[in-house]
């Protein structure tokens, strides 16, 4: 299993590294034609939106290994170990059937697209490719989201950072 996860790891680093950077150079070219030349690409508009929304369902996974999606600390702050065991485990299972969402929806979209289908206007690829961003990464992101509640499930409850012990005594 690491082996699929380093794999994994490293074309979503490298993903949403290369994604951006493309992303932003083709904006600052843009720029630069536009101020100084009086011109401009007509697709790199595009291809940065895509590269963009790619790199946002890519970087969701991302932050679902981290564990630095939204959430609220204040609950899991003030209370015990083992309910905060049970909150995490909770907001895992929660998250995973948002992505199953996602991938269904996803899906049915691109299958409306092949159904009829469409160019995008300037770089006039298939439209199924930007919108194959939503069951990919969502796909992704679920599988990040099931990594950490097995985690969670696994982890004794008396596993207690050593700053949140001194929080625990400190409210004694």
Known sequence: MSAVNKILDNIEEYF??????????????????????????????????????WFIFIGGSLTARER?????????TYVPPKFRKILSITASVFAMIFCAFLIVSGIQVIQNIFTYPSLTPAMEIPMYIPYLAIPVGASLMLYRFLQ????????????????????EVDHI
Do not use: C
């Open 16 to 53: 949403a590294i290369f994604s951006l950077i493309i992303a932003s150079g083709l904006i600052f070219l843009n720029v630069i034609l536009r101020y100084f030349f009086g011109t401009s690409l007509s697709w790199s508009g595009e291809a940065s939106r895509y590269l963009i929304i």
């Open 68 to 76: 630095e999606h939204a959430k609220v600390d204040v609950l899991t």
């Open 148 to 167: 950490n509640m097995i985690e969670d499930i696994k982890e004794q409850p008396d596993n207690v950072d050593p700053d949140d012990r001194k929080t």
